[in-house]
């Protein structure tokens, strides 16, 4: 561990034993990464601190089992912290929450034994997740070598793949359509990071592209791939395998609203302290605090701020209730869940993106300076927002209410 290592889990203390109190603890890393989040942000830099931050903080292991160490909680707790997380700096909010998924992908596509050695691997030694997983690419190709499958070719995108101790594969079998998700330790030769992420926004997520040449994995650790008697290999499906995108797309809309809520929270700080009112209207006010239209104003945005975040925890119980009995979820359960998930993505997007333009209307001309980076707001959720379309997810809850049809599961539904 090093010195600033040592130095964070000291000032972070004893881990906290309620869900509240992991909230409280992922708001106290969102109030340290918001200090210099614009000036790092600007740098474009390797997270490398950050997710030390994230580690001795003990986030990371949020989801892990207790008798591995880990917190051992659910994932209403998780998606409040990422959001926690997000308010103080979206691109660390994201990296928390494409861990949280990827810790949990044994759970959702594994067999037991692989459940059992992922959680206590990565829980025991604080491990940091990062995935090579981009279903719109097939360019990694598998190819099977007797026991061994070996992964060959490139992804476009490898979110916080630089910065992880374990990276998700995702990839298909030469010659055929099956799919393999598989964990490999990062630092290999055979994986090397192109290092090319600089974007508009979320700039410190290190998802730019990953070659892989040759990554050597042994079949039994292909998730959810069963030995048969004849020796070979078969996924064995059921509905929860494909709860991974609903999950993800709820990981999504809350960054989305962590960064909404760190939008809005700076820029009050700044029309408290520093905008001025206007000194040409009928009734004069001495602050731009005291002026009815920023006031308005605020009580708008915060309002469909609300708005949407009670309908993201609604989307997470739904979540919740499916975990509770995964072996034997419905995909009639699993779909309304995904277009109740798909109607609180839409709703956080357009209110975020809405308060990060507006938060300008709220603090005024000065606050267009760089120094201020208010820019940072909007940049982070313009960005990741097109991720994919938002049409087609009004369009799944508008085929719902219209036809009662459920989305079909598919990689991005």
Same mark, same amino acid.
């Given at each position: 561990?090093?010195? %600033?290592?040592?130095? *964070?889990?000291?000032?972070?203390?004893?881990?906290?034993?309620?869900?509240?109190?992991?909230?409280?603890? =992922?708001?106290?890393?969102?109030?340290?990464?918001?200090?210099?989040?614009?000036?790092?942000?600007?740098?474009?830099?390797?997270?490398?601190? %950050?997710?030390?931050?994230?580690?001795?903080?003990?986030?990371? @292991?949020?989801?892990?089992?207790?008798?591995?160490?880990?917190?051992?909680?659910?994932?209403?707790?998780?998606?409040?912290?990422?959001?926690?997380?997000?308010?103080?700096?979206?691109?660390?909010?994201?990296?928390?929450?494409?861990?949280?998924?990827?810790?949990?992908?044994?759970?959702?596509?594994? @067999?037991?034994?692989?459940?059992?050695?992922?959680?206590?691997?990565?829980? %025991?030694? *604080?491990?940091?997740?990062?995935?090579?997983?981009?279903?719109?690419?097939?360019?990694?190709?598998?190819?099977?070598?007797?026991?061994?499958?070996?992964?060959? &070719?490139? #992804?476009?995108?490898?979110?916080? &793949?630089?910065?992880?101790?374990?990276?998700?594969?995702?990839?298909?079998?030469?010659?055929?359509? #099956?799919?393999?998700?598989?964990?490999?330790?990062?630092?290999?030769?055979?994986?090397?990071?192109? &290092?090319?992420?600089?974007?508009?926004?979320?700039?410190? @997520?290190?998802?730019?592209?990953?070659?892989? *040449?040759?990554?050597?994995?042994?079949? %039994?650790?292909?998730?959810?791939?069963? #030995?048969?008697?004849?020796?070979?290999?078969?996924?064995?499906?059921?509905?929860?395998?494909?709860?991974? /995108?609903?999950?993800?797309?709820?990981?999504?809309?809350?960054?989305?609203?962590?960064?909404?809520? $760190?939008?809005?929270?700076?820029? =009050?700080?700044?029309?408290?302290?520093?905008?001025?009112?206007?000194?040409?209207?009928?009734?004069?006010?001495?602050?731009?605090?005291?002026?009815?239209?920023?006031?308005?104003?605020? $009580?708008?945005?915060?309002?469909?701020?609300?708005?949407?975040?009670?309908?993201?925890?609604?989307?997470?119980?739904?979540?919740?209730?499916? *975990? =509770?009995?995964?072996?034997?979820?419905?995909?009639?359960?699993?779909?309304?869940?995904?277009?109740?998930?798909?109607?609180?993505?839409?709703?956080?997007?357009?209110?975020?993106?809405?308060?990060?333009?507006k938060v300008y209307d709220l603090t005024g001309a000065r606050a267009?300076?760089?120094?201020?980076?208010?820019?940072?707001?909007?940049?982070?959720?313009?960005?990741?927002?097109?991720?994919?379309? /938002?049409?087609?997810?009004?369009?799944?809850?508008?085929?719902?209410?219209?036809?009662?049809?459920?989305?079909?599961?598919?990689?991005?539904?």
């Amino acid at each position: 561990m090093t010195t %600033e290592a040592v130095r *964070n889990a000291a000032e972070f203390g004893a881990a906290p034993t309620t869900p509240e109190g992991w909230v409280d603890r =992922a708001r106290e890393v969102a109030t340290r990464l918001s200090v210099d989040a614009v000036a790092r942000d600007r740098a474009n830099q390797v997270p490398t601190y %950050e997710v030390n931050l994230l580690k001795e903080s003990g986030l990371v @292991t949020l989801l892990g089992p207790a008798e591995h160490g880990g917190a051992g909680q659910d994932w209403t707790t998780a998606l409040r912290v990422i959001r926690a997380v997000a308010a103080g700096d979206g691109s660390i909010g994201q990296l928390l929450g494409y861990h949280y998924l990827w810790a949990w992908a044994a759970r959702l596509v594994g @067999t037991p034994e692989q459940v059992a050695a992922v959680e206590q691997l990565y829980t %025991e030694n *604080n491990f940091f997740f990062g995935g090579a997983v981009n279903p719109r690419d097939d360019d990694l190709v598998i190819r099977v070598e007797g026991d061994e499958l070996v992964f060959t &070719g490139r #992804k476009s995108f490898s979110t916080g &793949g630089r910065i992880s101790d374990l990276t998700v594969l995702e990839g298909v079998i030469e010659g055929t359509e #099956k799919h393999v998700f598989a964990i490999v330790p990062t630092q290999q030769e055979a994986i090397v990071f192109a &290092g090319d992420w600089d974007n508009l926004g979320q700039r410190l @997520t290190e998802s730019g592209a990953v070659e892989i *040449n040759g990554v050597r994995v042994p079949w %039994e650790s292909a998730a959810g791939y069963v #030995k048969q008697a004849d020796g070979t290999y078969e996924f064995v499906p059921r509905v929860y395998n494909t709860l991974n /995108v609903p999950i993800i797309q709820l990981i999504f809309t809350n960054f989305y609203l962590g960064i909404a809520e $760190g939008a809005l929270t700076t820029a =009050a700080t700044y029309t408290r302290d520093t905008t001025r009112a206007w000194p040409y209207a009928g009734d004069v006010k001495e602050k731009g605090s005291e002026e009815f239209y920023i006031q308005e104003t605020y $009580g708008d945005l915060t309002s469909k701020l609300w708005a949407a975040q009670a309908l993201a925890e609604r989307a997470a119980g739904l979540i919740e209730a499916i *975990n =509770a009995h995964a072996d034997e979820v419905t995909e009639q359960e699993r779909g309304e869940a995904a277009v109740v998930i798909a109607a609180a993505k839409q709703v956080a997007i357009d209110a975020g993106l809405e308060i990060g333009t507006k938060v300008y209307d709220l603090t005024g001309a000065r606050a267009t300076s760089n120094k201020v980076g208010l820019d940072i707001f909007w940049r982070n959720i313009r960005t990741h927002s097109l991720h994919d379309p /938002v049409a087609h997810k009004r369009a799944e809850v508008g085929r719902y209410a219209l036809l009662g049809e459920i989305p079909a599961p598919t990689w991005y539904t």
